[in-house]
């Protein structure tokens, strides 16, 4: 059974616990994803305020019957059998000099007849003119499968670890949160709330990438860096799509994260998590690897993530904010979520989602995300085949509630209405860029700033057609 989730964020001593959202109205909502039981079921959800219990130690145990069943170790070299001794008889002592004798006579009698064989072949070759044809050459098949072997390379991942965590760290800091109080019309709960959690400096400037639910309704932030230094923080916008914010602080000459490309990361590969863990072992450097991509979780409040990015590098609360990297140390994702009851299944948020929002920031300019107002399900081989659909990728703009009641995919009044969207559509590019599992389109849509007008690859009862969409903005009601 799957397991509940949480955000990576400490309760009593970690982050802030993000403010319940309102259920948006269906006609707030952006998209929605593929239909997943995961989803539904209320013990299969993200926690943003989990019990700061301890993660359990690993251990191994092995039983005492399993010992017999254990392969013995290889030894260092084998060793052929040596030849059993003779017992001492004349029989097994044969004389030297007699032996040789018999030998050097075989040996004699097979050396002239090859000699005279050969003499033989050699003058049968030499009248037919063999001898003077030109010979082909051929490489050896045993060296030609050799070549085409790959040569393997020696990967030291914990050279690379150190590497990383050596560049990375001084840009990773520690946000201390004091919130509202939890109920200000209780006498015993007037005592402000308070968490920490995580960030990455992606400015020299001060300019701070976060989750949102570390600093929602947060009263006052302290940043924390990685040489002590503390600086108060304020922030600069709340994302209104993902679990991302800015943080913004007054200094200078900062050491900055280099930001990387989520698109080319694949899985298996090395992945580095840097964060504050519990808020108290600040910059901590845990390793694993990219687990999958495209990952879709609720959180508590019934917040939906998607697009998420799985790793089994120790995410703890604490860490929420914090940096996932690649094996050169330049930021793939955003840690946001752990397991709750799971060892080794953690969330990043894609950084490809969050660049449009830092570089909004860095221009001085209000955070907004496009939007085109439907829902939809993201298509894939098993829902192509469910519904008789005509294509394995793209989003079909077709919804359901949780209830399982149909309603419709398109928003009243929004982009997708205006540029002539229908039930039943499937959007399979945008801007000639396709739409498929690593590509869904909240993805490629973030590409775009709000008023961009884009062209839009439509499938209609079959028919291939052509739209243009004016990209409106995001509501901060869908938050």
Do not use: C
Not at 28 to 53: C, G, H, I, K, M
Not at 290 to 306: E, H, N, P
Not at 316 to 345: H, K, Y
């Amino acid at each position: 059974m799957t397991e509940p989730f949480e955000p990576a964020a400490a309760s009593a001593a970690a982050d802030q616990p993000a403010k319940p959202a309102t259920e948006p109205a269906a006609a707030e909502v952006e998209a929605a994803p593929a239909a997943s039981p995961s989803l539904d079921d209320p013990t299969q959800r993200v926690f943003y305020s989990p019990e700061a219990d301890r993660r359990p130690a690993w251990t191994i145990v092995a039983a005492e019957g399993d010992a017999e069943h254990v392969a013995p170790p290889t030894p260092s070299a084998w060793y052929e059998s040596e030849p059993a001794i003779g017992d001492g008889t004349s029989a097994a002592r044969t004389s030297p000099t007699r032996r040789g004798g018999m030998v050097g006579f075989v040996v004699a009698a097979s050396l002239g007849a090859a000699m005279i064989g050969s003499l033989g072949t050699y003058g049968l070759l030499s009248a037919t003119g063999t001898l003077d044809r030109e010979v082909a050459t051929v490489a050896p098949v045993g060296q030609a499968q050799q070549a085409a072997q790959p040569v393997p390379i020696a990967i030291d991942e914990s050279s690379a670890i150190t590497r990383a965590a050596e560049k990375v760290s001084p840009a990773i800091v520690t946000i201390a949160v004091s919130g509202a109080a939890a109920d200000p019309t209780d006498p015993f709960s007037g005592l402000p709330q308070s968490g920490v959690g995580s960030g990455v400096i992606f400015d020299s400037d001060g300019w701070i990438v976060t989750n949102k639910h570390v600093v929602s309704d947060a009263r006052s932030l302290t940043v924390t860096l990685e040489d002590g230094r503390e600086f108060p923080g304020t922030v600069y916008g709340i994302d209104t799509l993902t679990d991302l914010a800015i943080v913004k602080i007054e200094a200078t000459g900062l050491t900055a994260a280099p930001i990387g490309d989520s698109s080319t990361a694949k899985v298996g590969q090395l992945a580095i998590a840097i964060g504050s863990p519990l808020g108290t072992y600040t910059n901590s450097v845990t390793a694993g690897i990219l687990s999958a991509f495209g990952r879709t979780i609720t959180v508590q409040d019934g917040t939906v993530l998607r697009n998420l990015i799985q790793t089994d590098a120790a995410i703890n609360p604490g860490n929420s904010g914090g940096a996932l990297l690649d094996s050169v140390g330049n930021v793939i994702g955003i840690n946001t979520a752990v397991a709750q009851t799971a060892e080794g299944i953690g969330f990043a948020i894609p950084v490809n989602i969050a660049r449009p929002m830092l570089q909004q920031a860095l221009a001085g300019q209000e955070l907004a995300r496009p939007w085109i107002g439907v829902f939809y399900v993201a298509i894939t081989p098993a829902v192509a085949e469910a519904n008789k659909l005509p294509v394995e990728e793209g989003a079909w703009l077709s919804a359901q509630d949780a209830t399982g009641q149909a309603k419709d995919p398109i928003v009243a009044g929004s982009p997708a209405a205006d540029a002539g969207l229908r039930d039943g559509d499937i959007i399979t590019a945008v801007d000639g860029t396709e739409i498929g599992p690593r590509s869904p389109l909240d993805d490629i849509l973030t590409q775009f700033a709000p008023g961009r007008t884009v062209a839009l690859d439509v499938l209609r009862d079959g028919r291939k057609i052509a739209l243009t969409l004016t990209l409106g903005t995001r509501p901060a009601s869908l938050e």
